[in-house]
């Protein structure tokens, strides 16, 4: 319904800017050619009241031509001009116009997609915690319990973390605190996180030991957790989603390659948009708030480095990391 109004409310501004711009652009050609016609005929009145038998009559008669001349080609340029900023200005002002629409549905939809995300792990840690001060469970049963609270909680810590640092970053507040870390260690430890979190989902890994970077720990722990993350949302179940690190020249390349359905060719570079979901919001089953990849991006950004999604054979994609990376520490 959202969605609706939203086409139906750009549709409406779209049709209207266009006509008041095409209203401005044929007055403008109208005043153009009014003024063009009030030359030519003030030209003419004042050859009228030339002598024709005067000495001087071709040496007047010229300078009016010329002085007619001389203001149409002022027209022309005032004109040409004045057009000139009305059609910039207009560009400007639509796609600003159209992109703060796009950017307010983002922002609706992030909306429900958050409150979404925010009350299902609640939910299940509130369920859980109830069962354990009602019923007497056995020791296994317990464990699981918690264990699944602890999942829960540890998922509403990564959403509540990317939304705090998408806050933070785009005011400019963050101070990031680099230092020499080990990449290596830090992939190992976010697979092994995401292994315990979806013991049913298969998640192998191929990774170079000793790969180290200059660094903030946390953001690179956030980012590697994004990339993971998405992977295996967008995989499917019992599909297998392969973390890879290896020492390139100077770089390190961290690939997250998953077999879902892929990405379409125009919505590569949109994914990495703050609030951009790929696919259709009406249609859209896998959960996430469009803020994983935009972050992502920023922190790779802000370590010198670049990411890039190709498609995976036979389906799905694979993300691309590539950070300056060094064998000495000192």
Known sequence: MSNLYTRKRLTFITITYWFLLTYIT??????????????TRMSEFKLLQLKKDAPDYQLKAAEINEEEQRKIAQYVGEGATFMLLILVGAVFVYRATRRQIQL???????????????????????????????????????????????????????????????SRIDAGEYQSDKEWIDLSNLIQESAIYFKTRFPHQPLETNIETDVFIRGDSLLLRLAVNNLVENAVKYSGKQK??????????????????????????????????????????????TKGTGLGLYLTKRIITDHNGNITVKDNSPSGCIFVVSLPTTNNLT
Request: glycine share 2%; aromatic share 6%; with cysteine.
């Open 26 to 39: 044929i007055a403008l050609i109208f005043w153009f050619l009014s003024l063009v016609n009030q030359s």
């Open 104 to 166: 307010n549905t983002q922002q609706q939809n992030f909306m429900m997609a958050i409150t979404h995300e925010l009350k299902t792990p609640i939910a299940v840690a509130k369920l859980n915690i109830e069962t354990l001060l009602k019923r007497t469970l056995e020791a296994s049963q317990q464990e699981k319990l918690l264990h699944n609270t602890l999942q829960e909680t540890n998922r509403l810590n990564d959403l509540c973390n990317n939304i705090l640092l998408a």
């Open 240 to 285: 297998p989603v392969t973390v890879s690190l290896n020492r390139h020249k100077k770089h390190a390349l961290l690939s997250v390659a998953d077999e879902g359905k892929g990405i379409a060719e125009n919505e590569k570079r949109k994914i990495f948009e703050k609030f951009y979901r790929a696919g259709d919001e009406n249609t859209r089953n």
